[in-house]
């Protein structure tokens, strides 16, 4: 069983920076890729950024790329989203997740671990 937590989220002006962590417990994720999404209020749960088991290679949806920074510490067993440059419409719940393999995915449904959230909130 893996158990993932998200801290850092909280309520930042526009054009700030936050970040994000995901600890996980349970078991070592180095051989598996991770994920962040985000659910904002009445809209589906999206993809935001995902990094490989050894974080050699990392992907991006568009309307966070140049913005955001995914990585990970594989001894200390936790991933990271640097959020910079924040605008109102980044105004979610964000999730971090384990992925089942350790290749990138942008789809929920290969992820098979998922964190409570954490509210991110942007005001303008």
């Known amino acids: 069983q893996v158990q993932l937590v998200e801290s850092g989220g909280g309520l930042v002006q526009a054009g700030g920076s936050l970040r994000l962590s995901c600890a996980a417990s349970?078991?070592?994720?180095?051989?598996?890729?991770m994920g962040w999404f985000r659910q904002a209020p009445g809209k589906e749960r999206e993809f935001v950024a995902a990094?490989?088991?050894?974080?050699?290679?990392?992907a991006y949806a568009d309307s966070v790329k140049g913005r955001f920074t995914i990585s990970r510490d594989n001894v200390k067993n936790t991933g990271y989203l640097q959020m910079n440059s924040l605008k109102p419409e980044d105004t979610a719940v964000y999730y971090c997740?384990?992925?089942?393999?350790?290749?990138?995915?942008?789809?929920?449904?290969?992820?098979?671990?998922w964190g409570q959230g954490t509210q991110v909130t942007v005001s303008s």
């Open positions: 997740a384990k992925d089942r393999s350790t290749l990138l995915h942008r789809n929920s449904g290969d992820y098979d671990y």
């Open positions: 349970g078991r070592t994720l180095s051989s598996f890729a």
């Open positions: 990094i490989s088991g050894r974080g050699g290679m990392t």
